[in-house]
């Protein structure tokens, strides 16, 4: 009984094995692990200090099945998203502000037009008052 429990364990053993190639190297997909990865960290240090994609793109390119180009690819559509969002932000700004200064305008036209009709009232008083 021991016997097979041992057979059984070495033969589990054998198959759990990781694949290495003839030098005992560590599979080259990886190596392509590693690779991709370092290249999304140096992207991300790009992007970082200088708003820089192009580190992503190439990443995306070279190594389209990654993880880390998947990963590459969430931030460029979210920077995308961003960049879309600050323009129409901007837009908004431009237009609040164009909409405050009319704002202003139509204040001092409408200050002006009280004054008039204060003016209006006092003179129609004024004609009602006298003699006829």
């Known amino acids: ?12 053993t054998a198959c ?5 190639s003839k ?6 997909q990886s190596q392509m692990q590693v690779q991709d990865q370092e290249l999304f960290v140096a992207a991300l240090e790009q992007f970082s200090t ?5 580190l992503m793109a190439d990443l995306k390119q070279r190594y389209p099945d990654s993880i880390w180009a998947a990963y590459a690819e969430t ?15 901007d837009s908004a700004q431009v237009k609040n502000q164009q909409l405050l200064v009319e ?4 204040n001092q036209e409408n ?6 009709i204060e003016q209006l009232k006092k ?7 006298r003699p006829r």
């Open 1 to 12: 009984m021991k016997f097979i429990v041992i057979c059984g364990l070495l033969l589990l």
């Open 16 to 20: 759990s094995s990781a694949p290495f």
């Open 23 to 28: 030098s005992l190297n560590p599979h080259p």
């Open 50 to 54: 200088s708003n820089n994609l192009e």
């Open 75 to 89: 931030i460029t559509q979210h920077v995308s998203e961003l960049d879309t969002c600050r323009v129409q932000s």
């Open 103 to 106: 704002l202003e305008v139509a």
């Open 111 to 116: 200050q002006q037009l009280s004054e008039k």
């Open 123 to 129: 003179l129609l008083i004024e004609l009602e008052q």
